[in-house]
């Protein structure tokens, strides 16, 4: 007994490697290497390996799962509606070691909060399940480049070779180590027509954060008085006496009892992130050497320490501690810092805030290339930095549920590259809500499909077919469009999602409240302005009826399919089984969900090839 608990602990603190994970050995060849095992990068791996490609993940850190776990923000933030893919396993196996989905409601930031440890846990062991995945962990490479069709990764002067690269480092260290074009900072108004940007660009990036997880006591535990303490930059951090304001940077400050209950989590321990006035801390590390990073991230440790002494010692917190059961750091503090912002490399395309906004008004219609989902508002943190007050307002500024292209994944001139992370081709603006944990596991999934499918055809990954992608994506229960009213459960939600991302049909989003939402209204009744067929079908040719009745439509895909010599003919027996005609088809408009049924099943839009950019193919 005493064996088993003294191995449970060793395993949570990364103290004795799995059997996934390998020793370094030189002139090993992979299909896949994915540098970085964060959320990203962990994700990437298991759906490589799924795919049968032969995968290496290499993680500098002996933890996998980046800022859910080794930066311990185990407050997941947003698709709480929306459990995609690899985030719904997770989410799903967290929920098996609390006991339910309920018992992770611990604090009001959000639906899911966790401790980092039991989150690595969960990740190795997914990764234990892949036969196909190795970890090498507790490694940093030392160059990264390209020799004889194959990435060469040189540790140590062993090398790994692979035919297929994934970024899914923190800050982009892959990205700047091979050239590869990118943009650093806030663009400008002129840079993608987005009217809530700054007028220059600049080299600002978003504040980071040594997270802290406490722990109850039961007695007090305070904490020596940090080196260059000054109470008073905590002030507003809580409704107090001693703030001069009753707000900061436009957001509410909570009483203190509130403040701690806000990343609450099981077992009497709290997540301490917090943005007011609390312990971010602004460095732009992007451009940083080892030597440079590691002295700001010390300061950043001390901006955290202040901060829980504050806690101590002026809000009465004073059982309230470093965890000494959840790190396997001297200080107990996360393994890395959280980081919010890295580079974005110049993608094949960019996701910009105008895309959020409207997706279908744009020449790209990169919207039929989706590959994952997000619901969260744009949220930045700027407050830590020296001249907040001069940066655009960007605080929960409120956008629809969202998908995101495939080609901001593809580097617009690197080949045979798939880049995950927070490294996407976004805009500044639109990384304020991508870089959330949701979104971010999803990407590093795709990437894995992507450069699986890539080695294992012999393509580029820009080569790779995008419905394909999305096929497989839908067959593992992901969304490639956030509709809300159309769960995974939805016993067509395949067939809706295909129909969703040809455009044809088009989700409404709109934002209630905090929920930022898209609607697909699948049992509403069918009108000429809710269809986009131009691009599938000759319209003139083949004009929709003029009242949309179940027997007007029937006959309308009847004629289409005999007209144009299509293989796919209409069986009414199939028709009645599709959408249960009603008694008086003459007279019933057809709904949303019938035509799109019809459309997936007979005319089968969703098989026609598409670009990066959206284009049919002819």
Not at 306 to 332: H, K, V
Not at 377 to 396: G, K, N, S
């Amino acid at each position: 007994m005493l064996r088993n608990t003294i191995i449970t602990f060793l395993l949570s603190f990364g103290l004795i490697i799995s059997n996934k994970c390998i020793s370094l050995k030189s002139d090993q060849t992979y299909d896949v290497v994915i540098i970085g095992g964060g959320t990203s990068g962990i994700a990437a791996g298991i759906s490589s390996a799924r795919m049968g490609a032969e995968t290496i993940l290499i993680e500098e850190g002996p933890w996998v799962g980046g800022m859910l776990t080794a930066a311990g923000v185990s407050a997941v933030d947003g698709n709480n509606k929306l459990p995609s893919g690899i985030w719904g396993e997770f989410r799903d196996s967290l929920a098996g070691r609390y006991g339910s989905l309920a018992a992770m409601k611990t604090g009001w930031v959000s639906n899911t909060l966790f401790e980092p440890q039991i989150g690595n846990d969960i990740f190795q062991n997914m990764a234990s399940a892949e036969s196909n995945l190795k970890l090498l962990l507790n490694q940093t490479w030392d160059s990264i480049y390209r020799e004889d069709s194959y990435w060469i990764i040189d540790i140590g002067g062993s090398k790994i070779k692979g035919k297929q690269l994934i970024e899914a480092t923190e800050l982009g260290d892959v990205v700047q180590e091979l050239g590869v074009s990118h943009r650093t900072g806030m663009d400008s108004k002129d840079d993608f027509g987005e009217y809530i940007a700054p007028e220059k660009a600049n080299d600002v990036i978003q504040d980071l954060t040594y997270a802290l997880i406490l722990k109850d006591y039961g007695e007090p535990r305070v904490i020596e008085k940090p080196v260059d303490y000054d109470a008073s930059i905590f002030y507003c951090s809580t409704a107090s006496e001693k703030c001069p304001d009753e707000s900061t940077m436009f957001r509410t400050l909570w009483p203190k009892e509130e403040k701690i209950k806000y990343g609450q989590l099981p077992n009497k321990k709290y997540m301490i992130n917090w943005p007011i006035n609390g312990n971010d801390y602004y460095a732009n590390a992007v451009y940083m050497d080892k030597e440079q990073r590691d002295s700001v991230f010390e300061l950043a440790k001390r901006k955290s320490l202040q901060f829980l002494y504050y806690l101590q010692t002026e809000l009465g917190f004073e059982n309230l501690s470093i965890a000494d059961d959840e790190f396997p750091t001297e200080d107990g503090l996360p393994l890395i810092p959280y980081h919010r912002e890295s580079l974005r490399i110049n993608g094949v395309t960019t996701l910009t805030m105008n895309h959020l906004s409207d997706p279908y008004a744009h020449e790209e219609q990169t919207f039929r290339t989706a590959i994952a989902v997000g619901d969260y508002p744009v949220d930045h943190h700027h407050a830590a930095h020296p001249r907040a007050d001069e940066l655009p307002e960007l605080h929960f500024y409120p956008v629809p549920s969202y998908s995101i292209p495939l080609g901001s994944l593809i580097p617009e001139k690197q080949e045979n590259l798939v880049v995950a992370e927070k490294s996407i081709s976004v805009s500044n603006i639109v990384n304020g809500t991508t870089r959330l944990q949701p979104v971010v596991l999803q990407i590093g999934q795709v990437a894995g499909i992507v450069a699986a499918q890539s080695a294992l055809t012999n393509h580029l990954p820009r080569e790779v077919d995008i419905r394909f992608v999305q096929n497989h994506l839908l067959e593992s229960g992901n969304y490639l469009l956030p509709y809300l009213d159309v769960p995974k459960s939805h016993p067509l939600f395949e067939v809706y999602q295909r129909i969703g991302v040809t455009g044809i049909l088009r989700g409404t989003g709109k934002n209630i409240g905090w929920e930022n939402q898209t609607w697909f209204y699948p049992d509403s009744d069918l009108q000429h302005s809710d269809i986009f067929l131009e691009d599938y079908i000759d319209i003139v040719r083949f004009p929709l009826p003029e009242k949309l009745t179940q027997s007007a439509v029937i006959n309308w895909i009847h004629h289409y399919l005999s007209e144009s010599r299509s293989e796919n003919q209409i069986d009414h027996q199939e028709i009645e089984r599709i959408i249960e005609p009603s008694s008086n088809s003459d007279q019933k408009i057809i709904t949303r969900g019938e035509f799109s049924y019809l459309l997936d099943s007979f005319v089968k839009p969703f098989d026609r090839p598409i670009s990066l950019l959206g284009r049919v193919a002819d």
